[in-house]
C-alpha cells in the first residue's frame, strides 16, 4: 500500500513521548521529560520499577550496572538507587519527581517493568490525582492488578505480537487502551480497536512516512522518541483550513 502524502486532520494522533525526549537526553531522566514538556506533548511514557523500601523510580532496566556487576533495584533502597550516578552524571529519579515536572501539564503514561507492585501504584496514584495517569504492562495482569486496587486507573494492554482474538485479549481486563509494536500494526488492526471501545497507541514511531500512514489509518497515538519530528510530519501532511 502507497504512503499516504496527506493524513486528515481529525485523525491528528496525540503524541507520546517514549520515555521522554529520549534522542535529546538520555531516556528516563529529569532532562528528558522536561524537553518533552518543553515540546508540549499530549503524554509522556516512562519505567516504573520498586526499591526494597517500597518507592517507585523510573528506570526501564530492572537492574543498575555497575563497572564490575549489576544490582536488581528491587534489592535497592531509594536512597541508594538516589545516590546511583547514570551516564552524564544524571540520578534515577523517583516517579514523584516526574508526576512533580509534570505538575498536571500532560498525561503520564506509566508502564511498570516490575512485579508484585501493583498495591504501590495504586496507592501512589490516589495521593497524586492531580496529574493525569494511566498504567501500562507487557505483563497484561499488573495494570489489571493496579486497576483492581484502584478501579477508576485508566489501563492500558502492551503487545509485541499481532492479536489474533483482540476482544478474547481484551475480556474482563477493564483496558481503554491497546499499545501495539507498531511494525504490526495495519489498517484492520485500527477498526477491531476501536469496534472494540479501545484506543490504539503504536509504539515506537520514529519515522515520519510510517507516522503518517498510522494517521491516515487513524491509530490514536504515536510514541516516539523524535515528538518534534513526528509533530513536524504529521503537521505537513494536514491540510489547510478551508
Given at each position: 500500500?502507497?504512503?499516504?502524502?496527506q493524513?486528515?486532520?481529525s485523525?491528528?494522533?496525540?503524541?507520546i513521548?517514549?520515555?521522554?525526549?529520549?534522542r535529546?537526553?538520555?531516556?528516563?531522566?529529569?532532562?528528558?521529560?522536561?524537553?518533552?514538556?518543553?515540546?508540549?506533548?499530549?503524554?509522556?511514557e516512562?519505567?516504573?520499577?520498586?526499591?526494597?523500601?517500597?518507592?517507585?523510580?523510573?528506570?526501564?532496566?530492572?537492574?543498575?550496572?555497575?563497572?564490575?556487576?549489576?544490582?536488581?533495584?528491587?534489592?535497592?533502597?531509594?536512597a541508594?538507587?538516589?545516590?546511583?550516578?547514570?551516564?552524564?552524571?544524571?540520578?534515577?529519579?523517583?516517579?514523584?519527581?516526574?508526576?512533580?515536572?509534570?505538575?498536571?501539564?500532560?498525561?503520564l503514561?506509566?508502564?511498570?517493568?516490575?512485579?508484585?507492585?501493583?498495591?504501590?501504584?495504586?496507592?501512589?496514584?490516589?495521593?497524586?490525582?492531580?496529574?493525569?495517569?494511566?498504567?501500562?504492562?507487557?505483563?497484561?495482569?499488573?495494570?489489571?492488578?493496579?486497576?483492581?486496587?484502584?478501579?477508576?486507573?485508566?489501563?492500558?494492554?502492551?503487545?509485541?505480537?499481532?492479536?489474533?482474538?483482540?476482544?478474547?485479549?481484551?475480556?474482563?481486563?477493564?483496558?481503554?487502551?491497546?499499545?501495539?509494536?507498531?511494525?504490526?500494526?495495519?489498517?484492520?488492526?485500527?477498526?477491531?480497536?476501536?469496534?472494540?471501545g479501545?484506543?490504539?497507541?503504536?509504539?515506537?514511531?520514529?519515522?515520519?512516512?510510517?507516522?503518517?500512514?498510522?494517521?491516515?489509518?487513524?491509530?490514536?497515538?504515536?510514541?516516539?522518541d523524535?515528538?518534534d519530528?513526528?509533530?513536524?510530519?504529521?503537521?505537513?501532511?494536514?491540510?489547510?483550513?478551508?
Open positions: 500500500m502507497p504512503i499516504p502524502t493524513a486528515p486532520a485523525r491528528r494522533p496525540a503524541l513521548a517514549h520515555r521522554g525526549a529520549s535529546a537526553f538520555l531516556e528516563n531522566t529529569l532532562p528528558a521529560f522536561q524537553r518533552a514538556l518543553e515540546l508540549g506533548v499530549d503524554g509522556i516512562l519505567d516504573v520499577h520498586g526499591t526494597r523500601d517500597g518507592v517507585l523510580v523510573v528506570h526501564h532496566d530492572p537492574t543498575l550496572k555497575r563497572l564490575d556487576d549489576e544490582v536488581p533495584i528491587a534489592e535497592l533502597t531509594a541508594e538507587v538516589g545516590a546511583f550516578r547514570l551516564p552524564g552524571g544524571e540520578h534515577v529519579p523517583t516517579l514523584a519527581e516526574v508526576f512533580a515536572l509534570a505538575d498536571g501539564h500532560t498525561t503514561y506509566v508502564e511498570v517493568k516490575a512485579p508484585h507492585v501493583e498495591s504501590l501504584v495504586a496507592d501512589f496514584l490516589s495521593a497524586h490525582r492531580e496529574v493525569p495517569a494511566e498504567v501500562h504492562a507487557f505483563d497484561h495482569r499488573i495494570p489489571v492488578g493496579v486497576r483492581a486496587r484502584r478501579a477508576d486507573t485508566r489501563i492500558g494492554l502492551l503487545s509485541a505480537s499481532y492479536p489474533l482474538d483482540l476482544p478474547a485479549a481484551l475480556a474482563n481486563s477493564g483496558a481503554t487502551a491497546w499499545w501495539q509494536h507498531a511494525p504490526l500494526i495495519d489498517e484492520a488492526l485500527v477498526v477491531t480497536c476501536h469496534d472494540a479501545v484506543r490504539l497507541i503504536a509504539w515506537t514511531v520514529n519515522s515520519a512516512p510510517h507516522a503518517r500512514q498510522l494517521a491516515a489509518w487513524g491509530v490514536d497515538a504515536l510514541c516516539t523524535l515528538p519530528l513526528i509533530r513536524t510530519a504529521l503537521s505537513a501532511a494536514t491540510p489547510p483550513p478551508t
